[in-house]
């Protein structure tokens, strides 16, 4: 995050820190996050310990250009440049930082907490404000500990608001927050159940939140949820909306729907206002009251209000990776264009690996508070950090400051209509494309061209989730215990290299894939990582080699071949790993044959064993728990005697997500994560929230109609209503992976919340659903499975497991990544 020029003398002045310092630099951002290195010769990393610690990382944004951090302790490793700060609390010192560059600006700061709503109405008061003010904001949902002095770093003299959110997970969170925003007033969202847990009771989480507003002069806050906490609040100033209370400042008393909007009438002064909302759905009306709220108590006018929130647009957060036209693949924020937001989203795009080009198509930039002399020579500077080949400008602004751009490929339309009808001669080819556009050029048009067409079936793959899943399971290892992270068909079917280069971002230590194939299919998207291989066929072995795949060996069939394939090919110390079986009985060594292998191994110059591993039966069943300790002790028996013969230490592992939780004892040196890493894990229960499913199977409706009590609906005559009533026909069938078992009445799809039955034989391409009791049209969302119609119950309703589910989705229905 980029900001004024400190000195370092200074910085270490304000956080209180000891070290001598070397050389007198200037700091202008702050670094939290060795990958992400901007600006490193201004840089001051801080080694902030989280699931890792940060200190580990020191030497890595070193070798980045990175010259000052602050730690809380020295690392060993020479790094003669660097100065380095040292302080007891790393982030303690960040948040110092930042609360002191807050406190030298005299600006107006809107503060917002509460537990849903936060970024939306963060996003919509900037909408609606940015006319008349320049303002600083949080970058996305930047709300954390770490993520608000980040943000509040980025005022500057050009501000004349700052819009900040402030997210808490427990007590004692929120005062550290307030020191750094200092809000004058205080925004309170909807308080509902979310992080609960870190709190003794609701009282104790309303308490906390309110303490963002101990310094404002003013507080929004809905009526009816703050009843019981009037004498709490110290705000002199408080402006309260509500639908039940007339009591309220604004007393919203009727509601209507106008086509696609929501009509409101309201009482405010004793008068009766008014205000369209451009949504439906119950969140955004009720975060739409709240920005109407704010409105009225900063003294906007009524009429004006109505004007700007009328034009409200739709905030997505989201950055969204398909695959596009040519071999392509495009990531979509087409609906907003800031600094930080582009800083996000380039990031994102460095991450991709799996093409040669990446290329940027930008719009101008708007409401920065930065002169466009200077906006434009960052934002190309920045372009260039991040490794960009291609760049398409569009935008008067853009075009006019072209000269700042120093890339050998760059190309600069006037406008959004003229780019698309360029396009087809840019001959995009095997090229990462970034799309990020404000508003008002109407991107999405651009990514609607570059994208594949598909049927409206998709799969949405939510990458954040994978992440937060992955970290839980790291958070049950001990240091230094690797994860193997399993990706074998099409990573549970959620993606090959979009999932991978996710997992290689985030530092796993191993890949794992069934097949030759599938391995070199990453390998050809760029992931670099180790990969094994858990059934190598002797036919592809070139391949094997070319791409540095490790396999499994695990008989003495395939021993053999490997040498005799290695021998004639003049390689040496290849990598393998061996599998024991200690009672799955699929493949594996045997306990009678681990002497004779032994007696192999020795001195054996053709293979450098990398691991030794074996696959729980049952981890996850309590009724076998003895045959798992019994497996485990095979597991010791058998690696203790191979590493002896070898004379080396090698990885050991037998763990798969079931292991993880119910049997830390045998985490070794490595697991191997599988279905927990896609959300799903039968030892953990669905209530705890700690795992989040990443995939959500969505169709729609194509066509919906009467039917009479004895009409039959399908194949054979097998569907039939009780009685006359409605039925939807949708665009999902047995060769998306809905499988006929799913027919007459045995699976279930939400539609618009509510739960349909099946009625029919599900045909190949299509299936047919009773609505008799919801309002249904065509062209409606269906969820087959997601986070709250889970792929568990799916799988009870068929009598299988998540993993067949899952792993059946085919590939002919369109895979969408969701990053944020
Ligand atoms: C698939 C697989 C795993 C992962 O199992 P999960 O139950 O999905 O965690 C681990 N090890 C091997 C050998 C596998 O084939």
Not at 322 to 350: M, P, W
Not at 361 to 369: A, E, H, K, T, W
Not at 573 to 592: A, C, Q, S, W
Not at 638 to 650: D, W
Request: charged share 25%; proline share 3%; net charge neutral.
């Amino acid at each position: 995050m980029l900001s004024d020029h400190y000195p370092i003398k200074e910085i270490q002045q304000i956080i209180g820190a000891s070290g001598t310092i070397i050389n007198d630099n200037t700091i202008s951002t702050l670094l939290t996050d060795s990958r992400r290195i901007t600006n490193a010769s201004e840089g001051l990393f801080f080694a902030l310990s989280g699931r890792r610690n940060g200190h580990e990382f020191v030497a890595e944004a070193y070798a980045a250009g990175v010259r000052n951090f602050v730690v809380s302790h020295q690392t060993e490793i020479k790094m003669p440049e660097a100065n380095f700060l040292l302080v007891d609390d790393v982030l303690g010192a960040l948040q110092k930082l930042a609360a002191w560059h807050r406190s030298r600006f005299n600006l107006e700061v809107i503060g917002i907490t509460g537990s849903n709503g936060k970024t939306i109405i963060k996003e919509w008061l900037y909408q609606l404000l940015a006319s008349d003010k320049t303002i600083v904001r949080n970058p996305k949902s930047y709300n954390s500990q770490i993520g608000v002095p980040l943000s509040v770093w980025q005022i500057g003299e050009k501000d004349d608001l700052g819009i900040f959110e402030a997210g808490i997970s427990t007590t004692e969170e929120m005062s550290r927050l307030e020191a750094i925003i200092k809000p004058s007033i205080g925004v309170l969202t909807h308080i509902g159940p979310a992080h609960d847990e870190g709190f003794k009771n609701r009282k104790e989480k309303v308490l906390e939140k309110l303490k963002l507003f101990a310094h404002c002069k003013l507080l929004i806050h809905n009526y009816d949820q703050l009843i019981d906490y009037k004498k709490n609040i110290s705000v002199k100033d408080c402006f309260s909306w509500s639908t039940k209370f007339n009591q309220a400042d604004l007393y919203v008393f009727a509601e209507t729907v106008i086509s696609r909007n929501f009509y409101l009438r309201a009482k405010y002064k004793g008068k009766e206002i008014e205000c369209l909302i451009p949504f439906l759905d119950e969140a955004s009306v009720e975060n739409a009251i709240v920005c109407w709220a704010t409105m009225l108590a900063m003294g906007y006018s009524p009429v004006e209000i109505d004007k700007r929130i009328e034009r409200l647009s739709p905030v997505s957060m989201r950055l969204e990776l398909k695959n596009g036209i040519n071999n392509c693949s495009v990531i979509d924020d087409s609906y907003n264009s800031d600094v930080q937001s582009l800083e996000i989203a380039l990031n994102f795009l460095n991450q991709q690996n799996q093409h040669p080009t990446r290329t940027l198509i930008l719009s101008d930039i708007f409401q920065s508070g930065l002169t466009q002399d200077i906006l434009y020579r960052h934002v190309a500077n920045f372009i260039k950090t991040k490794k960009v080949d291609k760049f398409i400008g569009v935008g008067e602004a853009l075009t006019a400051h072209q000269d700042y751009f120093s890339l050998d490929k760059k190309y600069f339309y006037p406008d959004t209509a003229t780019l698309l009808q360029y396009l087809n001669s840019l001959n995009l080819d095997n090229e990462t494309i970034l799309i990020k556009g404000a508003r008002t050029f109407e991107f999405e048009r651009i990514s609607q061209a570059l994208s594949l067409k598909s049927h409206e079936t998709v799969m949405e793959i939510n990458l954040n989730a994978l992440l937060n899943n992955l970290n839980f399971y790291k958070s049950k290892l001990k240091p230094g215990v690797k994860i193997m992270a399993m990706v074998k068909a099409f990573s549970y079917g959620s993606g090959t290299f979009e999932v991978a280069n996710m997992l290689q971002y985030n530092k796993v230590d191993y890949l794992a894939v069934a097949y030759i194939d599938e391995g070199v299919a990453l390998r050809q998207a760029g992931v670099t990582l180790p990969v094994m291989v858990l059934n190598p066929e002797v036919s592809a072995f070139d391949k094997l080699v070319e791409y540095k795949l490790e396999p499994e060996v695990f008989s003495f069939n395939l021993l053999d071949e490997f040498v005799k394939y290695f021998q004639s090919h003049g390689l040496s110390n290849y990598p393998v790993h061996l599998k024991i079986d200690t009672g799955m009985h699929r493949l594996g060594f045997e306990d009678f044959e681990i002497d004779i292998l032994c007696d192999m191994l020795e001195e054996n110059r053709y293979i450098k064993v990398q691991s030794i591993f074996s696959h729980f039966v049952a981890s996850d069943a309590k009724e076998h728990d003895a045959f798992t300790q019994k497996q485990i002790k095979r597991f010791e028996r058998a690696f203790t005697k191979i590493e002896k013969a070898l004379g080396y230490k090698v990885i050991k592992h037998i763990s798969n997500t079931g292991g993880i939780i119910r049997w830390p004892s045998a985490h070794f040196d490595m697991v191997r994560l599988g279905i927990g890493l896609y959300g799903i894990d039968a030892s953990i229960p669905v209530e705890s929230k700690v795992l989040q499913p990443i995939a959500a199977l969505k169709t729609s409706v194509s066509q919906v109609r009467k039917v009479l009590a004895n009409d039959t609906i399908g194949y054979n005559r097998n569907g039939k209503l009780n009685k006359a009533g409605k039925i939807a026909t949708v665009r999902i069938g047995y060769a998306d992976g809905y499988l006929r078992a799913f027919g007459n009445g045995v699976g279930k799809m939400l539609i618009k919340g509510t739960l349909v039955p099946t009625v029919g034989n599900i045909s190949m391409d299509m299936c047919t659903l009773d609505v008799s009791n919801v309002d249904v049209r065509e062209g409606d969302e269906v969820i087959v499975f997601n986070e709250e119609l889970r792929i568990e119950e799916l799988a009870r309703e068929i009598g299988t497991i998540p993993y067949e589910i899952l792993t059946n989705v085919s590939q002919r229905v369109k895979r969408v990544y969701f990053y944020e």
